[in-house]
């Protein structure tokens, strides 16, 4: 991959996950959304911190120690501490979101 936004799919039935550097301590990879959510009641429980941003697209994140979801723009990142449970509420269907992830392993 040369350029984070290029080569996305039309048709995405699924959330796609792609890594672009795999090291010792620290993982980058693009996220693709459309219209996608974590599944009702269930949350991510990481075991490493993840900083993501939102290159293209929206979602709306829910902490499991928040009252209110946070909306995500273009441009707009988050610091995800390990173990801060969360999930996607949101992503809009006419619209691809692209996200950029990096996990601190």
């Known amino acids: 991959m040369k350029n984070i936004l290029e080569n996305i799919p039309t048709d ?19 996220i693709l959304s459309k219209g996608h959510s974590t599944p009702p009641k269930s949350w991510y429980n990481q075991d490493f911190d993840e900083w993501v941003i939102v290159l293209q697209g929206a979602a709306s994140i829910e902490f499991d120690n928040l009252k209110s979801p946070k909306s995500l723009n273009k441009g707009d990142f988050l610091w995800i501490p390990a173990h801060q449970k969360h999930r996607v509420v949101w992503t809009p269907a006419d619209t691809v979101t692209i996200w950029l992830a990096i996990h601190i392993l």
């Open 12 to 30: 995405i039935p699924e959330e796609i996950f792609e890594t672009i550097v795999q090291a010792e301590h620290i993982k980058i990879e693009r």
